[in-house]
């Protein structure tokens, strides 16, 4: 049974870095496509960045490019988000996520991923 735990929200400053961790079990973690999104109340999940299987791919949202960075450690099976310079708007729940198959290319609909994470929240206050 796949099992996706996020930690590292809380809240903090404009301005402030923080790091997102997102535990797996069931499988291993680097053999899949993983990603980050993030959800306001009322709005559509929000793709963030996401990282191929290999590990040599990711890609970002427009809004994390230079700000955010996704990473894992195949050893702790464990995904990261290393969040800088953080702004208001990015006040959110954050979840990951992980593809059901070996994709060979990362994807950004939230509804291709089948398996998520039950979130964890940023605040940024300005």
């Known amino acids: 049974q796949v099992q996706l735990v996020e930690s590292g929200g809380r809240l903090v400053q404009a301005g402030d870095s923080l790091r997102l961790s997102c535990a797996a079990s069931g499988r291993t973690l680097s053999y899949y496509v993983m990603a980050w999104f993030r959800q306001t109340p009322g709005k559509e999940r929000e793709f963030v960045a996401a990282i191929g299987y290999s590990g040599r791919i990711t890609t970002y949202a427009d809004f994390a490019k230079g700000r955010f960075i996704i990473s894992r450690d195949s050893n702790k099976n464990t995904l990261f988000l290393q969040m800088d310079s953080l702004k208001r708007e990015d006040t959110a729940l954050y979840s990951c996520?992980?593809?059901?198959?070996?994709?060979?290319?990362?994807?950004?609909?939230?509804?291709?991923?089948?398996?998520w994470g039950q979130g964890t929240q940023v605040t940024v206050s300005s």
């Open positions: 996520a992980q593809a059901e198959s070996r994709w060979t290319a990362v994807r950004t609909e939230a509804s291709e991923y089948a398996y």
